[in-house]
């Protein structure tokens, strides 16, 4: 009988099959939390509040996609400029020379890619971090003045820069002279007729008292670069259908865009 009493216990095991291994892991909101302090330094954080990037030894590893790429700073300080760069990305961002306390660019992410971010006050120093072949996430929306913190995802206010257009067009090329001269290029082209789409603005300013900002009569307009920067930043912003302007902050020195 007991021989019996086994096999009735195999078959029903076997009927069953084995016990299921449950892997529970939470999944990180696709935002990275950059960081500014008053001493001007620079920190890199998910929203479960690990760092992000190594300066040395084996690099961070976050899953691809698309991602918000979260800005914050106490205000009233030196704000450096924070430089990500790899495969589709490549942002240089100083909160508008400090005249913003928060804001969000956005970021896609490739598989099995390598990215580093620096502190431009620290440019000896590279941080690196790696993308899994995982991918998670869809496209954000462009927005601007958001408020993150490492409990959640970011709020967002209504200072929408274009649609939630996600096709990349390319590379837009501004550059603001000494006198305050503005011009904008695409394709080594005057970009005056642009096809709707995400693009990277790409501004060399040398000049310290004029900037640029961008937008439409139906939209706030966004400041690129203030009046006093000066330097080189990079933004990735939303272009929808309609008119648009490039111009130096309070209105002077005006570009006209047709977005198709």
Request: charged letters at 15%; proline letters at 6%; glycine letters at 10%.
């Amino acid at each position: 009988m007991k021989w019996l009493v086994a096999l009735v216990a195999a078959l029903a095991l076997g009927a069953l099959g084995p016990a299921p291994v449950v892997h529970a892991r939470g999944v990180d909101n696709l935002t990275l939390y950059v960081y500014f302090d008053a001493n001007e330094n620079i920190s890199v954080r998910l929203s479960s509040g690990a760092t992000v990037g190594t300066a040395s030894g084996q690099p961070t590893v976050i899953p691809a996609g698309y991602y918000t790429v979260a800005f914050e700073q106490p205000g009233c300080v030196a704000v450096p400029t924070f430089e990500l760069q790899g495969p589709g990305v490549n942002i240089a961002d100083n909160m508008s020379g400090g005249e913003v306390t928060s804001h969000t660019d956005p970021a896609n992410l490739q598989p099995s890619s390598t990215y580093t971010w620096r502190n431009d006050a620290a440019r000896s120093v590279s941080y690196t971090f790696v993308t899994s072949s995982q991918v998670l996430g869809t496209s954000p929306a462009q927005v601007s003045g958001s408020s993150g913190k490492p409990s959640g995802p970011p709020t967002t206010n209504t200072d929408i820069v274009g649609s939630q257009a996600v096709v990349s067009r390319g590379t837009l090329k501004a550059s603001v002279t000494a006198a305050g001269k503005l011009t904008l290029t695409f394709g080594g082209k005057p970009a005056k007729t642009l096809r709707a789409g995400l693009y990277t603005v790409a501004v060399t300013d040398r000049s310290r008292a004029a900037g640029l900002e961008l937008g439409s009569p139906s939209r706030k307009n966004r400041t690129i670069t203030s009046a006093a920067f000066v330097g080189r930043r990079s933004v990735s912003v939303d272009l929808a259908s309609g008119s648009w302007t490039v111009a130096s902050p309070g209105g002077k020195r005006q570009l006209a865009i047709t977005v198709t």
